[in-house]
Nanobody, 125 residues
Framework: QVQLVESGGGLVQAGGSLRLSCAAS????????MGWFRQVPGKERSYVVA????????YTANSVKGRFTVSRDNAKNMVYLQMSSLKPEDTAVYYC??????????????????WGQGTQVTVSS
């Protein structure tokens, strides 16, 4: 089992950058693939990016490709989401999540049994 806590959200102007962090508890963190999702009020959570257990592979949604980068540090039980060239439509609550599920389903929120509480990102125009 793993517990997740996000941090680093806030208010930023369009075109700016922000780095989100996700701290994980548990000795088996490196066994989990990690994902980031986001949610705006009234809509379901949408997939942003996933990273393999080792960190060697990443899978990024087209909507943020080239602007968002995910990384992890297994020694520190941390996952990061570096966001740049932010747009107002990136405004959302961002969640990190952990899964032991198969790679083909990493873009589906149902694949992830463990979630953080979320952190708000607001991009002003």
């Amino acid at each position: 089992q793993v517990q997740l806590v996000e941090s680093g959200g806030g208010l930023v102007q369009a075109g700016g950058s922000l780095r989100l962090s996700c701290a994980a508890s548990g000795r088996t963190f490196s066994s989990y693939a990690m994902g980031w999702f986001r949610q705006v009020p009234g809509k379901e959570r949408s997939y942003v990016v996933a990273i393999t257990q080792s960190g060697a592979g990443t899978y990024t949604a087209n909507s943020v490709k080239g602007r968002f980068t995910v990384s992890r540090d297994n020694a520190k039980n941390m996952v990061y989401l570096q966001m740049s060239s932010l747009k107002p439509e990136d405004t959302a609550v961002y969640y990190c999540a952990a899964t032991l599920g198969r790679r083909a389903a990493w873009d589906l929120q149902g694949t992830y049994p463990y979630w953080g509480q979320g952190t708000q990102v607001t991009v002003s125009s």
